[in-house]
């Protein structure tokens, strides 16, 4: 078991930002991709990015690109993601995972984080 561990959640206005980070803790999954997700009420979880730890390659859907970025820091062994331009459509609890696979689908990564509530107001 690998902990990751989320931060960075909160309220924000539409229109506004936030950046999230993901530490993982205890072990160094650089050879890993590291995604994430996000699920709102009643919805299932959707994919909104992913990296690789190893090149810095990344992936977006078309609903977050140009809005959505993600990084990493290998030296704290994090993985951040920064939104702009937020919508309330963007509520939800955002989590980050790990996995070896490059994929969209959540049931293919193998670590997850507990989750941070991201709400937008209107």
């Known amino acids: 078991q690998v902990p990751l561990v989320e931060s960075g959640g909160g309220l924000v206005q539409a229109g506004g930002s936030l950046r999230l980070s993901c530490a993982a803790s205890?072990?160094?999954?650089?050879?890993?991709?590291w995604g994430w997700f996000r699920q709102a009420p009643g919805k299932e979880r959707e994919f909104v990015g992913r990296?690789?730890?190893?090149?810095?390659?990344?992936y977006y859907p078309e609903s977050v690109k140009e809005r959505f970025t993600i990084s990493r820091d290998n030296a704290k062994n994090t993985v951040y993601l920064q939104m702009k331009s937020l919508k309330p459509e963007d509520t939800a609890v955002y989590y980050c995972?790990?996995?070896?696979?490059?994929?969209?689908?959540?049931?293919?990564?193998?670590?997850w984080g507990q989750g941070t509530q991201v709400t937008v107001s209107s």
């Open positions: 205890g072990r160094t999954l650089s050879s890993y991709l």
């Open positions: 995972a790990a996995g070896m696979i490059a994929t969209t689908v959540a049931g293919a990564y193998d670590y």
């Open positions: 990296i690789s730890w190893s090149t810095g390659d990344t």
